[in-house]
């Protein structure tokens, strides 16, 4: 299992499928066949074109799903090499249900992201306005969406380590994603301060200031 450490801050979605790029671009070309659960605007489909199917319960996935009542059950085993799911989990209550229809429809590779919730800046928000967050907190009136599931950096590793023992799949690489560098700071003193803290924590390996947990997962027996 590699471990890495990447300190680019995420903002939004368009972020977060540069990161897939940056860190999973062999994965995404080689494969011939994509499930891109929760794709929203199905941004992965704009780049990486028709062998990526999109789903989700709003945007413009190709299939609209509400994952809380049918899961991937529509889906064939083994029907795509790869299929990624980054920041969906948290919000549904079939969490467990999802993961092993992802892993049953799975060929190849899959790619998961979760939230750390316990991280420095989600903490230090909460402490600095005394107020949870719009997918935590007491609205006037029940959310569309909000997370349903709270846990840390460690408790998103050992989910995936304790199921790697049925021996379903194996974790090839765990990156640990920071809020630190923002692309768009041109201002040197504040380019300095990220540099700084970006080698200080990624040379102590301080991961409980991840912001989100991505794992790369291999299926352990794959069609050829």
Not at 186 to 202: D, E, N
């Given at each position: 299992m590699h471990i890495v450490h990447d300190t680019t801050a995420i903002k939004n979605r368009a972020d977060r499928?540069?990161?897939?790029k940056r860190h999973f671009e062999k994965e995404i070309k080689e494969a011939t066949s994509i499930l891109d659960?929760?794709?929203?605007?199905?941004?992965?489909?704009?780049?990486?074109?028709?062998?990526?199917?999109?789903?989700?319960?709003g945007g413009k996935p190709d299939r609209v799903v509400d994952l809380e009542k049918e899961s991937l059950r529509f889906l064939?085993?083994?029907?795509?090499?790869?299929?990624?799911?980054?920041?969906?989990l948290e919000h549904i209550d079939n969490?467990?249900?999802?993961?092993?229809d992802i892993q049953r429809v799975t060929n190849r590779y899959m790619i998961i992201s979760i939230p750390n919730s316990i991280s420095y800046h989600r903490?230090?928000?909460?402490?600095?306005?005394?107020r949870t967050g719009k997918f935590y907190g007491l609205p006037l009136e029940k959310p569309v969406d909000r997370h349903k599931w709270y846990f840390s950096y460690r408790e998103i590793v050992d989910f995936f380590t304790g199921h790697e023992k049925v021996g379903t799949y194996t974790i090839e690489r765990v990156i640990y994603q920071y809020p630190i560098?923002?692309?768009?700071?041109?201002?040197?003193?504040?380019?300095?301060?990220?540099s700084v803290i970006t080698a200080v924590v990624t040379g102590l390996g301080l991961k409980r200031h991840s912001s989100s947990v991505f794992v790369l997962l291999r299926a352990t027996q794959h069609e050829s």
């Amino acid at each position: 299992m590699h471990i890495v450490h990447d300190t680019t801050a995420i903002k939004n979605r368009a972020d977060r499928y540069e990161f897939l790029k940056r860190h999973f671009e062999k994965e995404i070309k080689e494969a011939t066949s994509i499930l891109d659960v929760g794709c929203d605007d199905n941004f992965l489909k704009q780049i990486y074109g028709d062998k990526v199917f999109g789903i989700d319960i709003g945007g413009k996935p190709d299939r609209v799903v509400d994952l809380e009542k049918e899961s991937l059950r529509f889906l064939a085993d083994k029907s795509y090499d790869l299929s990624i799911c980054t920041e969906v989990l948290e919000h549904i209550d079939n969490l467990h249900e999802v993961f092993r229809d992802i892993q049953r429809v799975t060929n190849r590779y899959m790619i998961i992201s979760i939230p750390n919730s316990i991280s420095y800046h989600r903490l230090n928000k909460i402490y600095k306005t005394h107020r949870t967050g719009k997918f935590y907190g007491l609205p006037l009136e029940k959310p569309v969406d909000r997370h349903k599931w709270y846990f840390s950096y460690r408790e998103i590793v050992d989910f995936f380590t304790g199921h790697e023992k049925v021996g379903t799949y194996t974790i090839e690489r765990v990156i640990y994603q920071y809020p630190i560098r923002y692309n768009e700071e041109t201002r040197f003193l504040k380019k300095l301060k990220q540099s700084v803290i970006t080698a200080v924590v990624t040379g102590l390996g301080l991961k409980r200031h991840s912001s989100s947990v991505f794992v790369l997962l291999r299926a352990t027996q794959h069609e050829s």
